[in-house]
Structures are given as structure tokens and as C-alpha cells.
């Protein structure tokens, strides 16, 4: 499988909010960075990332762009109220290996209404 056709398995069970389908979507020892937070490693802890996540805000992830370049796929996206982002996925042996990814923590904790952690 193509890394972008992995991608837009994953923007499906992402909009779907299916932790299983994404969690399936990742290699055993992947690595996801969202660089506004700390590294999250390994399928499982993932999964439970996605769990948290889902549990206390609604996310849709629109598709702007996907790029592709031999194992990396590039999402760029936008979501229903203003955000957006963009994601670097290492796609190795049909699973995401590495995911790195960009957006504003600090407009989508305002957007969502959620509490702002001190520094």
C-alpha cells in the first residue's frame, strides 16, 4: 500500500473517532510526536492517546493536501472551526513508523474550550 492511501485510511477512522482502526494503522514500536506534546511510543500507548483525546474534544480532520515521496506521506489539514495543521508520516511495511506533527495547542485549546495549562 501506497503511504498515501494509508493516510486517508487514517483521516477516515480519525473522523470516525475508531481508536481500533487507527490504532491497527501503527507499527508495533511506532512513534507518534505531535510536537506541541511529549513523544507518544509504541501502537498501544497510541491507541490510548487517541482514547484521551477523543474523550474530551470533537475533532474532524478535513484534507487540504496529501503529498507523497517514496515512504513518507504529507497531510495538510483543516478542521471545522479554523484549525489547521500538517502531518509527516513515515509509512514503512503498509504501517505507520514515525508521525510527526504540527498545529496551534494554544487555538485549539481556546477553540474547544478546554483549560490551559499553566507554565
Given at each position: 500500500m501506497?503511504?498515501?492511501e494509508?493516510?486517508?485510511?487514517?483521516?477516515?477512522?480519525?473522523?470516525d473517532?475508531?481508536v481500533?482502526a487507527?490504532?491497527?494503522?501503527?507499527?508495533e514500536?511506532?512513534i507518534n510526536?505531535?510536537?506541541?506534546?511529549?513523544?507518544?511510543?509504541g501502537r498501544?500507548?497510541i491507541k490510548?492517546m487517541f482514547?484521551?483525546?477523543f474523550a474530551?474534544?470533537?475533532?474532524?480532520?478535513?484534507v487540504?493536501?496529501?503529498?507523497e515521496d517514496?515512504?513518507?506521506?504529507?497531510?495538510?489539514?483543516k478542521?471545522p472551526?479554523?484549525l489547521?495543521?500538517?502531518?509527516?508520516f513515515?509509512?514503512v511495511?503498509?504501517k505507520?513508523?514515525f508521525?510527526?506533527?504540527?498545529?496551534?495547542?494554544l487555538?485549539?485549546?481556546r477553540k474547544?474550550?478546554?483549560?490551559?495549562?499553566?507554565?
Amino acid at each position: 500500500m501506497k503511504p498515501k492511501e494509508l493516510i486517508i485510511m487514517w483521516v477516515k477512522a480519525f473522523n470516525d473517532a475508531d481508536v481500533d482502526a487507527l490504532a491497527d494503522l501503527y507499527a508495533e514500536d511506532a512513534i507518534n510526536h505531535q510536537v506541541a506534546d511529549k513523544k507518544v511510543m509504541g501502537r498501544n500507548s497510541i491507541k490510548q492517546m487517541f482514547i484521551e483525546e477523543f474523550a474530551v474534544a470533537s475533532m474532524a480532520c478535513v484534507v487540504e493536501n496529501i503529498f507523497e515521496d517514496g515512504q513518507w506521506a504529507i497531510l495538510e489539514w483543516k478542521d471545522p472551526l479554523g484549525l489547521r495543521g500538517c502531518g509527516f508520516f513515515h509509512v514503512v511495511n503498509d504501517k505507520i513508523q514515525f508521525q510527526r506533527g504540527y498545529w496551534d495547542k494554544l487555538s485549539f485549546l481556546r477553540k474547544h474550550e478546554l483549560p490551559i495549562p499553566k507554565l
